[in-house]
């Protein structure tokens, strides 16, 4: 190309350029003297990629996160301040959300209600003036196996000269009472059925204050199948009932009168209590109590395999709370407390307790109710001696008893309530 030379913009003179001269873009170079220098080139401009830009954010968002709990930290130790720190199982909590297991309560009652049935009773009474009558009676149970084990309380089938189970479906069925345990309030019925669908029980272990549960039973005798819902109010509740000191779930959810044997079931529709009582009183609403399951479960088994609650433990005496002193005026006594009416084991007998003495305190507990007096017993093992502290003829006599095996007669009824106390 002959005229190449004209376009080398570099050996070009005003006079052979055509038209205004092109703008040059001045380029400043750091060199690190603090200073922009013209250079004579530029640099290649450099871009950020996306990768190191998120990566760039999430330090950030670190060193904020960290600064900021430092300063709060710095906050509450230079200016005080207050800190809650509430401990709970999360065993609940880990496993519904490993494996969604919570279920809704209409899931909870679809999942229980054919498990729940409803208990009708007929007891023979005598009175003075009428003769002999019957008294009707109703409360609730749950299906124990699919054979026709049901579970109930004692206090609703005591005395009663005929039971009837009706299931969900209305089916009714002629009971046969297996055994029964008024300690604990538990007492096992067969009825001749195959098929049934039983509880499942749950773990005391895994259950909490807060968490939800539902109560299902027989209400006022007339409304099988009944649900209410709530939560658990408190655990290990040391109640009396009918003289007996009992360790039970207390519970929000309506509890009446033929509730009593029903299930309470958790938020996976586990069985973890049977319906025991609600609170006395016109005025008071959201106190039920229930039997934790593991209690009936061990209850429920030996009562099966055994007709009585096996390896419990006594001191072989009868008492008698004279908790007034017009009670005690009937029985001669002078001051009020726990008695001993009768002696009836070998080992107090041989440790020198007597009828009539006054329990004064076993070890260096003081005793104030028969309730309280069963319930020590019962914390103790088949072999261990207590030291019983009587008051025989206004003197303090100590007496070591070994506790013996509590046979199967001798596990109904353990004090006289002949007086009504």
Not at 249 to 263: K, R, V
Request: aromatic share 6%; glycine share 10%.
């Amino acid at each position: 190309m002959d005229d190449w030379e004209k376009f080398n913009y570099s050996e070009r003179t005003d006079s052979e350029t055509a038209g205004p001269a092109p703008k040059v873009k001045t380029v400043y170079t750091d060199y690190g003297d603090g200073y922009g220098s013209a250079g004579s080139y530029a640099r290649e401009p450099k871009y950020v990629t996306r990768k190191a830009m998120i990566i760039t954010v999430i330090i950030c968002m670190l060193l904020s996160a960290f600064v900021g709990a430092a300063c709060y930290a710095l906050a509450m130790s230079t200016f005080g301040g207050t800190t809650i720190d509430k401990t709970i199982k999360t065993t609940n909590y880990n496993l519904a959300k490993a494996t969604g297991s919570v279920l809704s309560l209409q899931e909870i009652i679809a999942k229980n209600e054919n498990s729940v049935v409803a208990i009708s009773t007929e007891t023979m009474s005598t009175d003075f003036w009428v003769g002999q009558y019957v008294t009707q009676g109703a409360g609730s149970g749950v299906i124990y196996s699919e054979d026709g084990y049901v579970i109930t309380n004692n206090h609703v089938i005591d005395g009663a000269s005929n039971i009837k189970v009706t299931l969900y479906d209305g089916t009714e069925y002629e009971a046969t009472l297996v055994a029964t345990d008024s300690m604990t309030d538990v007492a096992v019925l067969k009825i001749d059925a195959t098929g049934l669908q039983p509880v499942t029980f749950g773990d005391m272990n895994n259950v909490n204050v807060g968490d939800a549960v539902v109560a299902i039973g027989n209400p006022l005798g007339t409304l099988s199948g009944t649900a209410t819902e709530g939560i658990v109010s408190a655990l290990e509740r040391e109640i009396t009932l009918d003289g007996k000191q009992m360790t039970l779930i207390q519970t929000s959810a309506s509890i009446n009168p033929g509730n009593s044997g029903g299930g309470l079931f958790d938020q996976y529709g586990n069985l973890i209590g049977i319906v025991v009582a609600k609170s006395s009183g016109s005025d008071v609403e959201g106190l039920g109590f229930a039997i934790p399951c593991d209690k009936v479960s061990s209850v429920a088994k030996s009562l099966i395999e055994n007709g009585y609650v096996e390896g419990r433990p006594q001191a072989g005496i009868v008492i008698i709370d004279l908790t007034d002193p017009q009670t005690a005026m009937q029985y001669g006594a002078t001051i009020t407390g726990v008695y001993i009416k009768d002696v009836t084991g070998k080992n107090a007998k041989k440790a020198g307790l007597k009828s009539g003495d006054l329990i004064y305190y076993v070890d260096d507990t003081k005793i104030t109710g028969t309730a309280q007096l069963v319930a020590l017993i019962q914390s103790h093992q088949v072999g261990d001696v207590l030291t019983f502290t009587v008051v025989r003829d206004n003197e303090m006599v100590k007496c070591d008893v070994e506790l013996e095996l509590s046979k199967p007669e001798q596990q109904e009824q353990k004090i006289d309530n002949s007086l009504g106390n």
